[in-house]
């Protein structure tokens, strides 16, 4: 039997941090599709993680994704996943949860 709590467990604003195995996501790909297929991933791995459709990818993620060219992407990467409130009234979210913001986290922190 479910518990009645678990609906609000979803909803709650919660922060995480994941590390994604890349190499295994994009084993097969094609080199001139590794990057956009690797933000493509991180938009599912983080939807699958925080069980919300909308999910924003961080513009420093994207950059790090792409920095060593569109062949090499990294292996793995240690990302931070937000849930947040949404304050926009024409979301398509009736849940009210503005979905991700994910993040890369420096090594230096």
């Not at 609906?7 to 922060?15: Q, S, Y």
């Not at 939807?47 to 992407?73: C, E, F, P, Y």
Request: glycine fraction near 8%.
């Amino acid at each position: 039997m479910v518990e009645k709590g678990s609906k609000a467990r979803k909803e709650e604003v919660v922060t995480r941090e994941y590390t994604i195995n890349l190499h295994k996501r994009l084993h097969g790909c094609t080199f001139k599709k590794k990057a956009p297929k690797a933000i493509k991933e991180i938009r599912k791995f983080a939807q699958k993680a925080m069980g919300t459709t909308d999910v924003r990818v961080d513009v420093k993620l994207n950059k790090h994704i792409w920095s060593r060219g569109i062949r090499s992407v990294p292996r793995r990467i240690r990302v931070r996943v937000a849930r947040k409130r949404n304050e926009d009234e024409d979301s398509k979210e009736e849940g009210g949860l503005k979905g991700l913001g994910t993040h890369v986290i420096d090594e230096e922190e």
